[in-house]
């Protein structure tokens, strides 16, 4: 049996046609070029090592021919030697990277020229052979260095003229040298330019499969997060739903526990309950009830401040609030306050026993007291309001040190 066919595969670098002559929009035109920089650079620093060691051979090898082609060598060839060792610094250095293939072309250049220069003035049997330098440039910014095509096809030409100018204003070259050189040339110009082109035509494939892979990644997060956010957040209220609630929590006591320094030094945990909700939504009718409930969580959302700090919706008219750092003093200060303003709202409860308004139940809980997970702070601060409901309501009790629970409004 065959595997039944994806009717829609993502799309890869391979669905983007690249043009003939190479060129990306301009965006990614710019991302490729350090893309290409960054793969070069990793092999330049030897090939131009490579090259820095065939000059210093070349100059051995010319003092042992005789002193008439050295005196006239040295010190272009140690002009060529001394580019050859800042474009290895430049490969090196990170900062100064960018700079590479212009200076690698100024070195490509003054190797050429070098070339053409002693071809010219050096008086020996095989001197014309010095016009070689150019084509052995070319080869070095196409093959061993990898200067970016086009760089390296109008340097090329621009080496290739200079050539060819000086084959023609000497007129020691006989006809026969100066074709055989050019045609020479021209045939390794042609072959590295070539080689180049394929070469920079699969990088550019490669780049664009990993640009759209890199998209693909990047859609897929935010795709996860607006999931993540959709499964972890109350579509009533906004604050954290249940799931979130347990999940961060549970992440903060791990960390807690590690001793890790991202934790906090303690968790508070706050729980409250709005007192006689069935009746207000009996008297009130279930959507009164829903708004209730929005304006309600909307007091300790615009009250925690911390980034850790949250709120969460419990499950029904009941919603947690975690405070990491706060003292325990402060938590206190922050439920009594909380209690206080959703008093203040003054929203009319006529079927509640306690107030004219809706008022809230709020029981306290902090891990310096005993508490080693999450579970466990729950279950203190449900204690707590459960006993600040048996207490009257519209109150705030603790879970204190002792494992008792006191009253404190
Ligand atoms: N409108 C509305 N009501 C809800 C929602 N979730 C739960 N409730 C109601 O909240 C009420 C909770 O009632 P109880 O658990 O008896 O608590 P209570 O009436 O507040 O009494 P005490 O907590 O003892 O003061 C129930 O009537 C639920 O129907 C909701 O999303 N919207």
Same mark, same amino acid.
């Given at each position: 049996?065959?595997? /039944?066919?994806?009717?829609?595969?993502?799309?890869? $670098?391979?669905?983007?046609?690249?043009?003939?002559?190479?060129?990306?929009?301009?965006?990614?035109?710019?991302?490729?070029?350090?893309?290409?920089?960054?793969?070069?650079?990793?092999?330049? /620093?030897?090939?131009?090592?490579?090259?820095?060691?065939?000059?210093?051979?070349?100059?051995?090898?010319?003092?042992?021919? $005789?002193?008439?082609?050295?005196?006239?060598?040295?010190?272009?060839?140690?002009?060529?030697?001394?580019?050859?060792?800042?474009?290895?610094?430049?490969?090196?250095?990170?900062?100064?990277?960018?700079?590479?293939?212009?200076?690698?072309?100024?070195?490509?250049? &003054?190797?050429?020229?070098?070339?053409?220069?002693?071809?010219?003035?050096? !008086? +020996? /049997?095989?001197?014309?052979?010095?016009?070689?330098?150019?084509?052995?440039?070319?080869?070095?910014?196409?093959?061993?260095?990898?200067?970016?095509?086009?760089?390296?096809?109008?340097?090329?030409?621009?080496?290739?003229?200079?050539?060819?100018?000086?084959?023609?204003?000497?007129?020691?070259?006989?006809?026969?040298?100066?074709?055989?050189?050019?045609?020479?040339?021209?045939?390794?110009?042609?072959?590295?330019?070539?080689?180049?082109?394929?070469?920079?035509?699969?990088?550019?494939?490669?780049?664009?499969?990993? +640009?759209? #892979?890199?998209?693909?990644?990047?859609?897929?997060?935010?795709?996860?997060?607006?999931?993540?956010?959709? =499964?972890?957040?109350?579509? #009533?209220? $906004?604050?954290?739903?249940?799931?979130?609630?347990?999940?961060?929590?549970?992440?903060?006591?791990?960390?807690?526990?590690?001793?890790?320094?991202?934790?906090?030094?303690?968790?508070?945990?706050?729980?409250?309950?709005?007192?006689?909700?069935?009746?207000?939504?009996?008297?009130?009718? +279930?959507?009164?009830?829903?708004?209730?409930?929005?304006?309600?969580?909307?007091?300790?959302?615009?009250?925690?401040?911390?980034?850790?700090?949250?709120? =969460?919706?419990?499950?029904?008219?009941?919603?947690?609030?975690?405070?990491?750092?706060?003292?325990?003093?402060?938590?206190?200060?922050? &439920?009594?306050?909380?209690?206080?303003?959703?008093?203040?709202?003054?929203?009319?409860?006529?079927?509640?026993?306690?107030?004219?308004?809706?008022?809230?139940?709020?029981?306290?809980?902090?891990?310096? +007291?005993?508490?080693?997970?999450?579970?466990?702070? #729950?279950?203190?601060?449900? !204690? =707590?309001?459960?006993?600040?409901?048996?207490? $009257?309501?519209?109150?705030? &009790?603790?879970?204190?040190?002792?494992?008792?629970?006191?009253?404190?409004?």
């Amino acid at each position: 049996m065959t595997a /039944p066919q994806n009717q829609n595969p993502l799309p890869t $670098g391979n669905d983007i046609s690249l043009p003939w002559h190479l060129r990306l929009p301009k965006p990614l035109e710019k991302d490729f070029r350090l893309y290409f920089l960054a793969s070069v650079s990793k092999v330049a /620093p030897w090939a131009l090592g490579l090259v820095s060691i065939l000059i210093a051979t070349a100059m051995l090898i010319e003092s042992w021919i $005789g002193t008439d082609v050295i005196t006239n060598s040295w010190r272009p060839r140690l002009f060529t030697l001394m580019l050859a060792g800042g474009c290895v610094i430049l490969a090196r250095t990170l900062q100064w990277r960018e700079w590479l293939h212009p200076a690698t072309l100024a070195l490509a250049f &003054a190797i050429a020229l070098t070339g053409n220069y002693l071809g010219v003035h050096v !008086e +020996h /049997p095989l001197s014309y052979t010095f016009f070689l330098h150019t084509p052995m440039s070319i080869i070095m910014i196409c093959i061993l260095v990898r200067v970016p095509f086009y760089s390296a096809l109008l340097s090329s030409t621009v080496m290739i003229g200079a050539m060819v100018a000086t084959l023609i204003a000497n007129p020691e070259r006989t006809p026969f040298e100066a074709t055989t050189l050019t045609m020479v040339t021209l045939a390794f110009a042609s072959m590295s330019l070539f080689g180049q082109y394929v070469y920079e035509r699969l990088l550019r494939q490669h780049f664009l499969s990993e +640009h759209v #892979l890199y998209q693909h990644r990047n859609e897929l997060h935010s795709a996860n997060l607006v999931l993540e956010n959709q =499964a972890t957040v109350d579509g #009533l209220t $906004g604050c954290i739903n249940r799931r979130g609630m347990e999940s961060r929590l549970n992440h903060l006591f791990h960390l807690h526990k590690q001793g890790n320094p991202d934790a906090p030094e303690r968790i508070s945990l706050l729980l409250f309950d709005i007192d006689f909700f069935k009746q207000y939504n009996d008297t009130y009718g +279930h959507p009164a009830g829903d708004e209730c409930l929005k304006k309600i969580s909307n007091v300790p959302l615009s009250m925690v401040q911390a980034d850790t700090d949250f709120v =969460a919706r419990y499950g029904g008219e009941e919603f947690v609030i975690v405070l990491t750092d706060s003292s325990f003093n402060d938590a206190l200060v922050f &439920a009594e306050r909380m209690r206080n303003r959703v008093e203040q709202l003054g929203l009319p409860h006529s079927g509640s026993r306690v107030s004219q308004v809706v008022t809230i139940s709020v029981g306290v809980s902090c891990s310096d +007291h005993g508490a080693s997970n999450s579970a466990e702070l #729950l279950k203190q601060a449900d !204690e =707590a309001l459960y006993q600040a409901k048996g207490a $009257g309501r519209n109150r705030v &009790a603790l879970m204190n040190s002792q494992g008792l629970v006191e009253m404190l409004s």
